[in-house]
């Protein structure tokens, strides 16, 4: 099944991971044809989109246009994927429509079953406070919100008694073998 979008997505997946070790432009670029690949074959699916967009991000590039407007569809396709909203948000901000990025994250920000404050609430408690590009892209930075991407390895978090549940014996938690 050549036009398979999954499989094609899977190979997308597959090639950006190398790039992402690599860090060489040409395996971004073999990354994002399997990508592209898989929104021809479904030019109506969010993934695609979603991923060419993360490809950008995740080499630390500016995102193209198609990328950027990709992403946006991808909103409109599956409004109710939250990291959807959120990297449209960090993108609107970038292109310093912080008003247009409130109306596209509010649905992710306030969320009945949620406790306390999420990053995107917090994200839109700056943008009301009538914060400039600068501060809220500060603020998407100390959240995290800019790491919400496919190919970026969420960041570990840190136990809170701060130690790793390990003994040291045989690296195994609790000191038990397998």
Do not use: C
């Not at 909203?85 to 596209?104: C, F, P, Q, T, Y």
């Amino acid at each position: 099944q050549p036009t398979n979008l999954m499989a094609l997505v899977y190979k997308g997946r597959v090639a950006a991971r190398r790039a992402v070790a690599s860090g060489k432009p040409e395996d971004w670029k073999e990354a994002r044809r399997w990508i592209l690949k898989a929104n021809k074959a479904n030019p109506e699916h969010a993934l695609p989109f979603m991923l060419y967009y993360d490809s950008f991000i995740a080499a630390n590039e500016v995102p193209n246009t198609g990328a950027v407007n990709g992403l946006f569809k991808s909103v409109i396709l599956v409004p109710q994927d939250d990291g959807l909203r959120i990297r449209a948000a960090v993108e609107l901000i970038r292109e310093g429509d912080s008003a247009k990025a409130r109306s596209v994250i509010a649905p992710a920000a306030f969320q009945a079953e949620g406790v306390g404050e999420s990053p995107s609430l917090k994200l839109v408690v700056e943008i009301d406070k009538g914060a400039k590009q600068e501060a809220l892209l500060a603020k998407i930075k100390e959240l995290k919100l800019d790491k919400i991407n496919d190919f970026i390895d969420p960041p570990k978090k840190e136990p809170k008694d701060g130690k790793d549940g390990k003994d040291g014996k045989d690296g195994k938690e609790g000191g038990k073998s397998a």
